[in-house]
């Protein structure tokens, strides 16, 4: 990328970010990406638990597709 492309890109990215707002002081960068949290993976453990059979649960895909 030459630096006038490279230019012209940051410019048109800034212009395109300008209305989102920033990371609060404080907030977790992780706020809205669950796969990376440890609630979420406490919250699917506790719901396989109470729900084996469900659709996309490990007992399901045991049964649906037999151990693979």
Same mark, same amino acid.
């Given at each position: 990328?030459?630096?006038?492309? *490279?230019? !012209?890109?940051? &410019?048109?990215?800034?212009?395109?970010?300008?209305?989102?707002?920033?990371?609060? @002081? +404080?907030?977790?960068?992780?706020?809205?990406?669950?796969?990376?949290?440890? *609630?979420? !993976?406490?919250? &699917?453990?506790?719901?396989?638990?109470?729900?084996?059979?469900?659709?996309?649960? @490990? +007992?399901?895909?045991?049964?649906?597709?037999?151990?693979?």
């Amino acid at each position: 990328m030459t630096p006038q492309q *490279e230019t !012209n890109f940051e &410019r048109k990215a800034e212009q395109h970010f300008q209305g989102h707002r920033g990371l609060l @002081p +404080g907030r977790d960068f992780r706020w809205n990406v669950f796969h990376l949290r440890d *609630e979420d !993976n406490e919250f &699917r453990s506790r719901y396989d638990e109470t729900f084996p059979d469900a659709p996309g649960s @490990p +007992g399901w895909f045991e049964k649906k597709f037999g151990g693979i």
